[in-house]
């Protein structure tokens, strides 16, 4: 547990605990979701940038003997100095890098067919305009980094009834979300898109933590077919 509780405290307190970081002799990257934004972040701590200098030593001076004069009627004494040595400090730098950055993706917008009062007991054709595959290249602090998400749909029609499918959908003669009304009335539809994917980093592969899940509205109304007698 004490690498889990080490890599917390690097992201920070808002990452989700299960995150994972990508971590090489030159950064730890990662990417999860929060408020239903993706989170990219990066730190670097020396990626081999240091610098550094050694010590240096001045030599020390080759013992030399000495011999005291003869004594004299007024005897000196001879002084000797030691020479000073002089130590050079040693000199590091380091490099401390991070970032975080912020992606968002698409919202998602409802459009259905026939546009105007589609009628009750007829196949009403919904879709939305979000891709089956969301990407993106970031470059953070001289990392690159993949992202990849795709979303899965989940369609509340407003009568109780809900239609999940990982398909956009499309307009008609391609439609392949349909539903219909039995009811005549006014309609409050909600799409559900939920992201998830994963993230590539110097090679390898990673799931993101968590999923984003972003709603969108519409409303439709349906109405009764006129009924009309011929003789």
């Given at each position: 547990?004490?690498?889990?509780?080490?890599?917390?405290?690097?992201?920070s307190?808002?990452?989700?605990a299960?995150?994972?970081?990508?971590?090489?002799?030159?950064?730890?990257?990662?990417v999860?979701t929060?408020?239903?934004?993706i989170?990219?972040t990066a730190?670097?701590?020396?990626?081999?940038?240091l610098a550094?200098?050694?010590t240096v030593?001045?030599?020390?001076?080759?013992?030399?003997?000495w011999?005291?004069?003869?004594?004299?009627?007024a005897?000196?004494v001879?002084?000797?100095y030691?020479?000073?040595?002089r130590?050079?400090k040693?000199?590091?730098?380091?490099?401390?890098?991070?970032?975080?950055?912020?992606?968002?993706?698409?919202?998602a917008?409802?459009?259905?067919?026939?546009?105007?009062e589609?009628l009750?007991?007829?196949?009403v054709?919904f879709?939305c305009?979000?891709?089956?595959?969301?990407?993106?290249?970031?470059d953070i602090?001289?990392?690159?980094?993949?992202v990849?998400?795709?979303?899965?749909?989940?369609?509340?029609?407003?009568?109780?009834?809900?239609?999940?499918t990982n398909?956009?959908?499309a307009p008609?003669?391609?439609?392949?979300?349909?539903?219909?009304?039995?009811?005549p009335?006014?309609?409050?539809v909600?799409l559900?898109?939920?992201?998830?994917?994963?993230?590539?980093h110097?090679g390898a592969t990673?799931?993101?933590?968590?999923?984003i899940k972003?709603?969108?509205?519409?409303?439709i109304?349906?109405?009764?077919?006129?009924?009309?007698?011929?003789?």
């Amino acid at each position: 547990m004490k690498p889990l509780l080490i890599l917390i405290l690097f992201i920070s307190l808002s990452t989700p605990a299960s995150a994972i970081a990508d971590c090489s002799t030159t950064a730890c990257v990662d990417v999860f979701t929060h408020n239903n934004q993706i989170i990219i972040t990066a730190k670097k701590t020396d990626g081999g940038a240091l610098a550094k200098k050694g010590t240096v030593v001045a030599p020390k001076p080759k013992p030399t003997l000495w011999f005291p004069p003869k004594p004299k009627a007024a005897p000196t004494v001879k002084r000797t100095y030691k020479p000073r040595v002089r130590i050079k400090k040693v000199v590091t730098q380091s490099v401390n890098l991070s970032d975080r950055l912020i992606k968002m993706v698409p919202t998602a917008t409802i459009a259905y067919q026939p546009e105007f009062e589609p009628l009750v007991h007829v196949p009403v054709i919904f879709w939305c305009d979000l891709p089956t595959l969301f990407q993106s290249r970031v470059d953070i602090i001289g990392e690159v980094i993949d992202v990849a998400l795709r979303p899965g749909f989940a369609w509340q029609w407003g009568d109780g009834q809900i239609f999940q499918t990982n398909e956009p959908g499309a307009p008609y003669p391609n439609q392949k979300i349909t539903h219909t009304y039995k009811q005549p009335g006014t309609y409050n539809v909600t799409l559900v898109a939920t992201w998830n994917g994963n993230f590539k980093h110097n090679g390898a592969t990673r799931a993101i933590t968590g999923t984003i899940k972003i709603p969108s509205f519409a409303v439709i109304t349906v109405v009764s077919a006129n009924s009309r007698f011929t003789k």
